[in-house]
Structure formats: structure tokens, C-alpha cells
Nanobody, 114 residues
């Protein structure tokens, strides 16, 4: 069973940057072919899609509000996916979750506040 562990969250001022990481373990031999994604959940709201990267690094897609500010990437040798978040806004605040192979990580808190 795939297990996912996120890290890199924290408190940052508006306009700042954070880089989230997600490490997968217990992966199948063909894990490189699996898409990986980031979601977030703001207080009192449903979990929403943020970004996705396809297996084999073929393509990426983003939720409209993060386009041009967030970049998703992966390191297949290390079974990791990253989310570089720049120009952060207060509305980016929430718990960020990694998803892959039908599994979720435990989440990492991102708070954007002055």
C-alpha cells in the first residue's frame, strides 16, 4: 500500500514562497507511471484540486487561481512530488494534501498571513 508524507508547510507573509514536498513509500515498481497531485482544504470548505503532474512527467495542470504562481514537479528516482508556491496570498491558506495511487497523505498546514 502506498503511503504519502507531506512536509514543508508553515507560516508565511503574503507575497512569500514555500516549497512543499511529498514522499511516497510502499510504491509499485511502475510508480513512475502514476499521476501525482496536490489538493488543499481551507477551514470550513471542501477539499479542492490544486495541481497535477502526469506519470512520466508528460504534463501538468493547475487550478485557475494558482496558475503562474505554483509549479508542480516530481523526482521519480526518489518517489517525490513537489509544489513550489510563489506570490502566496491569504486565500492560499489551508491544509495541503498529496494524492497518488488512490491514497492521501496526512496533510501539511500552510498559513499565509501578515
Amino acid at each position: 500500500q502506498v503511503q504519502l508524507v507531506e512536509s514543508g508547510g508553515g507560516l508565511v507573509q503574503p507575497g512569500g514562497s514555500l516549497r512543499l514536498s511529498c514522499t511516497a513509500s510502499g510504491v509499485p515498481f511502475n510508480f513512475n507511471n502514476y499521476a501525482m497531485a496536490w489538493f488543499r482544504q481551507a477551514p470550513g470548505k471542501e477539499r479542492q484540486f490544486v495541481a497535477r503532474i502526469s506519470g512520466g512527467n508528460i504534463g501538468t495542470n493547475y487550478e485557475d487561481s494558482v496558475k503562474g504562481r505554483f509549479t508542480i514537479s516530481r523526482d521519480n528516482a526518489k518517489n517525490m512530488v513537489f509544489l513550489q508556491m510563489n506570490s502566496l496570498k491569504p486565500e492560499d491558506t489551508g491544509v495541503y494534501y498529496c494524492k497518488a495511487a488512490g491514497e492521501w497523505g496526512q496533510g501539511t498546514q500552510v498559513t499565509v498571513s501578515s
